[in-house]
């Protein structure tokens, strides 16, 4: 088992990453990598990234790296448990580069979208602390949702009704708090 993960071995992984790499791409940070590095949690246990596109000489500099730096860095984003919501690219936020590798995190609404189909505890924290912080709206939410919705039916392990309710619930809650407060 390897230790957790925190902000500045992340900042670590990043430059070397940016130094391995044989070419350009893009890498995409989703789950508990972009809650270090915006900073509503203080470590995580893996590093879920997307590939897209897919940096040239990546793969050997992830496996080196897994190693010298004891990080599990699994290939994960919100695309492997949902339908790509439209226009994903153009709301993943900009975090920087390192060498030819531009560092984002992934699409916010579609990491709170991806949160809410699984509704564990940490997940529903994370999905509160990304809307606290300004990284997704409701409408977002609420419009990317029915974007998806007739491509769930491609996901089988999901339930299309279960997770239309626990979006709408996260949203009147949401509402609810903001009327209150």
């Not at 992984?13 to 995409?28: D, F, H, T």
């Not at 599990?72 to 994903?88: C, M, R, V, Y």
């Not at 590798?101 to 992934?106: A, E, K, P, R, V």
Request: hydrophobic share 40%; glycine share 6%; aromatic share 10%.
């Amino acid at each position: 088992m390897r230790p957790n993960v925190d902000s500045q071995k992340l900042e670590q992984l990043m430059q070397v990453l940016g130094r391995e790499a044989k070419g350009s791409g893009c890498i995409y940070f989703t789950g508990g990598a972009s809650a270090l590095l915006i900073g509503w949690r203080g470590s995580t246990v893996d590093v879920d990234i997307r590939l897209d596109p897919e940096p040239p000489g990546i793969f050997q500099a992830i496996a080196k790296l897994k190693q010298e730096l004891n990080i599990n860095i699994e290939l994960a984003s919100p695309q492997d448990f949902l339908p790509p919501l439209p226009g994903w690219r153009d709301r993943s936020v900009f975090i920087g580069t390192q060498g030819q590798i531009s560092f984002y995190h992934y699409d916010f609404t579609a990491q709170a979208l991806s949160k809410l189909s699984r509704s564990f505890d940490r997940d529903i924290q994370d999905v509160q602390a990304m809307y606290e912080q300004k990284l997704f709206s409701l409408r977002e939410l609420r419009d990317c949702f029915e974007a998806i919705a007739p491509e769930l039916i491609r996901f089988p392990s999901l339930d299309p009704d279960r997770l239309r309710s626990r979006v709408e619930k996260f949203i009147a809650h949401c509402e609810l708090s903001s009327e209150e407060g």
